[in-house]
């Protein structure tokens, strides 16, 4: 079995001999703050050996949830946000075919997932249940406390729709609940109302639960095959265990990440060369954004689809401030091949490319870039994935959120907290009415005028 494989050789000129290696001892602290838990944020790192130590039986129960919802409807409708739902749609848009919600039912096999609860948009609700109105419909409301703005407002408008169309028993059996064990809006409405529910686990956050029935029911709904998710996880979870800054892909990143920083590379572009990771991209920018950017510290993340963005963004990159570096997720073998065709005439200028693999163009792209953006004075990073699956997409995932937590403590901050949030969050409850911020609306209506 290939591992996923971290690559800085395209760095070598931007960090001197032995600088890596300084970083050696930080790291073997971060590392031992995490294992032990005993680092800031350690009530929440239940994701760190989650992979290994998963509730067979949850997960078995789980499948069944996916089972009847495949069995039930032909619309899947998630309504959640941030690590709510990134996860679920990162894995869905990467492992599904590039255009599943148009393909028949038989030839998808599963129901098609939309996504609510992640927006306030008149429009957007309007048009999904425009779209969705006579279709057989399941909902799958996922929040920790149940009462976050975007996700109840939807899930109240949604849940009426469903009760209205089923009634309140059947809709009771096509409402399932991803939620806190014990507590919250919505697991007093597990309770009085009897919606099959699965826990969010008290010691994950958000950005970090895509492992857990968060990400889980909806990719297993959509016909992913989260058994093999999780085991390749469980193989990152060894492979990036490694306590040895110079065997462990996933604190190099973070070291190199570290390294950049210093040297005024104060923005990370994350590049991707297939279309069907732009939300696996999005689900990245929220784990770092969310985890670095506190106490005025922080890499700020974005991302690139290439070759597309290499039509527009690409000229920043080549040429412009010499503030960012780049991090490539590159795919080593497609699951298809398209090749391009001989034409006689050559009218366009391509029979030089006759007989090649668009896979094989892809890959020349992507190294002359890497080349061309070395040389402008861009590092570059890559992740090397031996292929676009189950497997390695767990793998890949658990990457990240082990070099993201390593990341965080060599940068002194908390990476399981978000203290930002929440204040934007108590500012719009006061603008809006809710009781309990009377004192901070008329303040904050004062500053307004």
């Not at 958000?206 to 996880?233: H, K, Q």
């Not at 590379?265 to 969310?290: A, D, H």
């Amino acid at each position: 079995m290939k591992e996923l494989v971290f690559d800085h050789s395209y760095a070598v000129p931007f960090v001197r001999p032995g600088e890596l290696e300084l970083l050696e001892p930080q790291a073997a602290a971060a590392h031992r703050q995490l294992h032990d838990k005993t680092g800031a944020g350690s009530s929440f790192l239940g994701w760190l050996d989650l992979p290994e130590r998963y509730d067979r039986a949850e997960l078995a129960r789980l499948k069944e949830a996916a089972q009847r919802i495949q069995d039930q409807c032909e619309a899947l409708i998630v309504i959640g946000i941030g690590g709510s739902y990134l996860g679920a749609r990162a894995a869905i848009s990467a492992l599904s075919h590039s255009f599943s919600d148009l393909l028949s039912r038989d030839a998808r096999r599963a129901p098609r997932v939309f996504f609510a609860g992640h927006a306030i948009s008149d429009k957007y609700l309007h048009d999904l249940i425009e779209l969705v109105a006579e279709k057989d419909l399941a909902l799958n409301v996922i929040s920790k406390s149940g009462t976050t703005t975007e996700q109840a407002i939807a899930f109240r408008i949604l849940r009426e729709l469903m009760e209205k169309k089923y009634g309140a028993e059947g809709a009771r059996e096509r409402i399932y609940v991803t939620t806190d064990a014990s507590k919250g809006a919505l697991r007093k409405m597990v309770q009085s109302e009897g919606y099959t529910s699965f826990v969010i686990p008290d010691d994950v956050g958000g950005r970090y639960s895509v492992l857990t029935p968060v990400g889980l029911l909806p990719m297993a709904a959509a016909g992913i095959d989260v058994d093999a998710l999780l085991e390749g996880a469980a193989a990152a979870c060894s492979w990036f265990g490694r306590p040895e800054l110079k065997d462990n892909g996933a604190y190099q990143y973070a070291a190199l990440r570290s390294i950049f920083q210093r040297k005024g590379k104060n923005i990370e572009i994350l590049v991707n060369y297939e279309p069907s990771l732009f939300y696996f991209s999005e689900w990245w920018k929220q784990l770092f954004g969310e985890s670095e950017g506190k106490d005025q510290k922080g890499i700020f993340p974005a991302s690139v689809n290439f070759t597309t963005d290499l039509h527009s963004m690409g000229q920043f990159m080549q040429d412009g401030a010499r503030s960012i570096f780049a991090t490539t997720v590159w795919v080593d073998r497609s699951p298809v091949e398209v090749v391009v065709p001989h034409d006689p005439k050559d009218e366009d200028g391509c029979e030089y490319l006759a007989g090649k693999s668009l896979s094989c163009i892809n890959a020349k792209a992507f190294q002359g870039t890497v080349l061309a953006h070395t040389d402008g004075g861009v590092p570059n990073l890559v992740v090397n994935v031996p292929e676009l699956n189950p497997f390695y997409f767990g793998a890949l995932i658990y990457f990240f959120e082990k070099a993201c937590a390593m990341s965080g403590y060599l940068q002194g901050v908390n990476p399981f907290d978000q203290p930002g949030v929440e204040l934007y969050k108590r500012n719009m409850y006061a603008l809006l009415g809710r009781p309990g911020f009377e004192e901070e609306r008329k303040a904050l209506e004062q500053r307004l005028k």
